[in-house]
């Protein structure tokens, strides 16, 4: 359990940051909270030849809501994200998440840059940010792109993001007042990646549904954004013929691992369930 | 691969020595400082026997490199004790009420439930266990060790109202 060797470097900037990577090549990785990566390097799954580290860049940090957009620093901890109560009153279902994430010491270090650009499809992040439709603020030597969270995952730890390339915030716009939401995640014990898990947020007018958006955690190599499990529920009153299509329609998508949390039936009969619950509880919420 | 130059706090005496970039906060601890409060259980990021207090927050030392904890002002459960070796409030009521048995989890534990109380001094039953899930203990079943931490924190509690 002993890592491989490597550089260790510590810039003060996504500039420098960016050059560093540039010129040190392929062989280097940026950590975050390094509780994906570290454990990882512990198993020599993973055997950078420099790290990078980027816990000094002030500008990775910070969670700021500006004319109607939120914007998050890649370097916020799920803590930090629990504790905004900014955050709280405008977007509940990321702090539901994030209490939803393994451990009180992994939270104070983990960081929702690391949980949404690894590429691991047991993190909890990505299907959210698919369900706020949100973008990730990308950086390399050429500038400065933008990636659809829903663009962003192509198999399990194959991202869009390219080499030299740092994700340095998620953005997304502030949910409409009176959204209903709900985050429901089902596990083995507390702390454990997902069996299945759901996002759901959704607008009501009166008793229709106006506007919804699913997604799923770690029932295929990557997050699934349910955009037909999505459709079958906007326009109709949630009733059990609506929930049931919706149901069907997400477990369509799914391709699960088999492993220690279930065999492929298992988990997405679990995804189903996670969808007709999160839906009723994100329901109950909506005003 | 070049060593780098560590300093860092550790249980108020200042720490300075060169590392090897992979050598895990950890074994740090343990091997280079022979701070040997802090254990290894999993080494896969689960058990929280590794639990340290860095910069005022409960983390896994197995999960971190010396070098990202450079700067960082580390207490341990050595630390946590008086300098004249007298108990914590919480290490006695971990004694008193039977809160390890093994006391393999228990630096760990015990520096989480430290930390635990200082975010949320009156905790209840659900928010203990709540606050202690990133700590394993294969022995007790874990009731003992809610109680002492409750136990704890009505002392400290009753401690802080005399003083005032």
Same mark, same amino acid.
């Not at chain 2, 740090?28 to 590794?50: K, Q, V």
């Given at each position: 359990?002993?890592?491989?060797?490597?550089?260790?470097?510590?810039?003060?900037?996504?500039?420098?940051?960016?050059?560093?990577?540039?010129?040190?090549?392929?062989?280097?990785?940026?950590?975050?909270?390094?509780?994906?990566?570290?454990?990882?390097?512990?198993?020599?799954?993973?055997?950078?030849?420099?790290?990078?580290?980027?816990?000094?860049?002030?500008?990775?940090?910070? =969670?700021?809501?500006?004319?109607?957009?939120?914007?998050?620093?890649?370097?916020?901890?799920?803590?930090?994200?629990?504790?905004?109560?900014?955050?709280?009153?405008?977007?509940?279902?990321?702090?539901?998440?994030?209490?939803? =994430?393994?451990?009180?010491?992994?939270?104070?270090?983990?960081? =929702?840059?690391? @949980?949404?650009?690894?590429?691991?499809?047991?993190?909890?992040?990505?299907?959210?940010?698919?369900?706020? @439709?949100?973008?990730?603020?990308?950086?390399?030597?050429?500038? !400065?792109?933008?990636?659809?969270?829903?663009?962003?995952?192509?198999?399990?730890?194959?991202?869009?993001?390219?080499?030299?390339?740092?994700?340095?915030?998620?953005?997304?716009?502030?949910?409409?007042?009176?959204?209903?939401?709900?985050?429901?995640?089902?596990?083995?014990?507390?702390?454990?990646?997902?069996?299945?898990?759901?996002?759901?947020?959704?607008?009501?007018?009166?008793?229709?549904?106006?506007?919804?958006? =699913?997604?799923?955690?770690?029932?295929?190599?990557?997050?699934?954004?349910?955009?037909?499990?999505?459709?079958?529920?906007?326009?109709?009153?949630?009733?059990?013929?609506?929930?049931?299509?919706?149901?069907?329609?997400?477990?369509?998508?799914?391709?699960?691992?088999?492993?220690?949390?279930?065999?492929?039936?298992?988990?997405?009969?679990?995804?189903?369930?996670?969808? !007709?619950?999160?839906?009723?509880?994100?329901?109950? !919420?909506?005003? | 691969?070049?060593?780098?130059?560590?300093?860092?706090?550790?249980?108020?005496?200042?720490?300075?020595?060169?590392?090897?970039?992979?050598?895990?906060?950890?074994?740090?601890?343990?091997?280079?400082?022979?701070?040997?409060?802090?254990?290894?259980?999993?080494?896969?990021?689960?058990?929280?026997?590794?639990?340290?207090?860095?910069?005022?927050?409960?983390?896994?030392?197995?999960?971190?490199?010396?070098?990202?904890?450079?700067?960082?002002?580390?207490?341990?459960?050595?630390?946590?004790?008086?300098?004249?070796?007298?108990?914590?409030?919480?290490?006695?009521?971990?004694?008193?009420?039977?809160?390890?048995?093994?006391?393999?989890?228990?630096?760990?534990?015990?520096?989480?439930?430290?930390?635990?109380?200082?975010?949320?001094?009156?905790?209840?039953?659900?928010?203990?266990?709540?606050?202690?899930?990133?700590?394993?203990?294969?022995?007790?079943?874990?009731?003992?060790?809610?109680?002492?931490?409750?136990?704890?924190?009505?002392?400290?509690?009753?401690?802080?109202?005399?003083?005032?």
């Amino acid at each position: 359990m002993i890592p491989g060797s490597f550089d260790y470097h510590r810039p003060e900037s996504v500039d420098a940051a960016v050059s560093l990577l540039a010129s040190l090549g392929d062989e280097a990785r940026v950590v975050a909270g390094g509780h994906s990566l570290i454990p990882m390097m512990k198993l020599r799954m993973a055997v950078p030849e420099h790290l990078v580290d980027l816990q000094d860049i002030a500008d990775l940090k910070g =969670i700021s809501i500006d004319d109607g957009t939120i914007t998050i620093g890649a370097m916020t901890t799920q803590a930090e994200l629990i504790a905004s109560e900014e955050l709280a009153a405008t977007c509940p279902i990321i702090r539901e998440t994030s209490l939803l =994430i393994a451990d009180p010491q992994v939270r104070n270090v983990g960081t =929702i840059g690391g @949980n949404v650009a690894n590429g691991d499809p047991g993190n909890d992040m990505p299907a959210l940010m698919q369900a706020m @439709n949100a973008a990730y603020i990308v950086q390399n030597s050429a500038g !400065r792109r933008e990636v659809a969270a829903r663009e962003f995952y192509e198999a399990a730890f194959f991202t869009a993001l390219e080499d030299g390339e740092i994700l340095t915030a998620v953005q997304f716009a502030v949910p409409a007042s009176g959204h209903g939401h709900a985050y429901e995640k089902q596990k083995r014990k507390i702390g454990d990646y997902a069996t299945a898990a759901a996002a759901v947020l959704l607008t009501m007018n009166g008793g229709t549904c106006a506007t919804a958006s =699913i997604a799923l955690t770690n029932v295929a190599n990557t997050p699934l954004y349910a955009e037909d499990a999505s459709a079958a529920i906007i326009g109709t009153s949630l009733d059990s013929a609506a929930l049931d299509a919706a149901v069907a329609a997400a477990k369509a998508i799914t391709d699960p691992a088999e492993d220690g949390r279930g065999p492929v039936e298992f988990r997405t009969h679990v995804a189903g369930v996670m969808v !007709r619950r999160a839906i009723e509880k994100a329901a109950a !919420r909506a005003s | 691969m070049s060593k780098i130059d560590v300093k860092m706090t550790v249980n108020g005496t200042e720490v300075e020595k060169a590392a090897d970039p992979r050598t895990l906060l950890i074994h740090f601890l343990r091997e280079e400082l022979d701070i040997t409060g802090p254990h290894i259980g999993c080494d896969t990021s689960h058990c929280g026997a590794c639990t340290v207090d860095l910069d005022g927050k409960s983390v896994k030392s197995c999960t971190m490199f010396v070098g990202q904890a450079n700067g960082a002002e580390v207490t341990t459960i050595e630390g946590i004790s008086g300098d004249d070796g007298s108990l914590h409030v919480l290490q006695d009521a971990f004694r008193e009420h039977h809160g390890l048995q093994c006391g393999f989890c228990t630096p760990g534990m015990i520096t989480r439930a430290y930390r635990l109380l200082q975010e949320n001094p009156d905790p209840t039953d659900e928010e203990i266990r709540f606050g202690i899930a990133g700590n394993l203990c294969r022995c007790t079943g874990y009731q003992n060790i809610v109680k002492a931490i409750r136990v704890a924190a009505q002392q400290l509690n009753s401690a802080q109202e005399a003083a005032e």
